[in-house]
């Protein structure tokens, strides 16, 4: 994982940034859902086609997926489209969590803005005491 520290000079100013955070990553959900939808469409066709073809004959479907696991990594090797429906599943889900986050700094932030530099000294002082 890699981070970054950043420096901003106002709330404002982090509040910009959250935002266009917010929005790169709604974007980048959105192409992996469309990506997802499209695998879907292509793995629903390749099986109506497969059982047209086969039409009710008892011939095996290479459908399996071989993984094999590396510690923590888990690799598939040659991987069917519900393999790669289930990863694609994974990270919208794990970016939908990053936008639901992000969103909630954004809303405490968007608070703190609003609040005068003599209430932020008053609640600080409070929490310190």
Known sequence: ???QLKAYGSVAELLGAVSTEIELAQ???QEVVNA???IRKRS???????QAFLNGSKVPT???SHGIRMGELDVVVNAGSDDQLLALDLMIHAQNERIVAL???QD???????????ELLNEISCLVI
Not at 44 to 50: D, G, P, Y
């Open 27 to 29: 974007r980048h959900m």
């Open 108 to 118: 405490s932030l968007t608070k703190l803005q609003a609040k005068s530099p003599t």
């Open 62 to 64: 290479p459908t399996a």
């Open 44 to 50: 629903e066709r390749a099986k109506r086609l497969q």
């Open 36 to 38: 997802s939808n499209e």
């Open 103 to 105: 969103q909630k700094i």
């Open 1 to 3: 994982m890699v981070y």
